[in-house]
Nanobody
Framework: QVQLVEPGGGLVQPGGSLRLSCAASGRISSILVMGWYRQAPGKERELIADITSGGTRRYAVSVKGRITISRDNARDSAKDTVTLQRSSLRPVVTADYYC???????????????WGQGAQVPVTS
């Protein structure tokens, strides 16, 4: 079993930067893909980016070029950590950010097993 922990995202000003981390523990050797999703109030959860254990990255078209996803999954580490960095936040992206993990890919999409508890990121106007 895998556990995911996301520390809080904090308050960000428009045009400011954002850095979120998610640490996985437990059966981390089984993790193939880790990702970041966001959910704005009244909207569906949407993909921001994901990354495989081999370092292959995928970004949503709406954020490509403005964010970076990275992953620290060293063999001798007891944790697998995925980090999201984003600059130049627009004023309307207040949302909850979630980190999922998957052991398998089916029909080209990760089959997520576990989700973090969510990190709320309010953006001041």
């Amino acid at each position: 079993q895998v556990q995911l922990v996301e520390p809080g995202g904090g308050l960000v000003q428009p045009g400011g930067s954002l850095r979120l981390s998610c640490a996985a523990s437990g059966r981390i050797s089984s993790i193939l893909v880790m990702g970041w999703y966001r959910q704005a109030p009244g909207k569906e959860r949407e993909l921001i980016a994901d990354i495989t254990s081999g370092g292959t990255r995928r970004y949503a078209v709406s954020v490509k070029g403005r964010i970076t996803i990275s992953r620290d999954n060293a063999r001798d580490s007891a944790k697998d950590t995925v980090t999201l960095q984003r600059s130049s936040l627009r004023p309307v992206v207040t949302a909850d950010y979630y980190c999922p993990e998957a052991a398998k890919i089916g029909e080209g999409l990760p089959r997520y097993r576990s989700w973090g508890q969510g990190a709320q990121v309010p953006v001041t106007s």
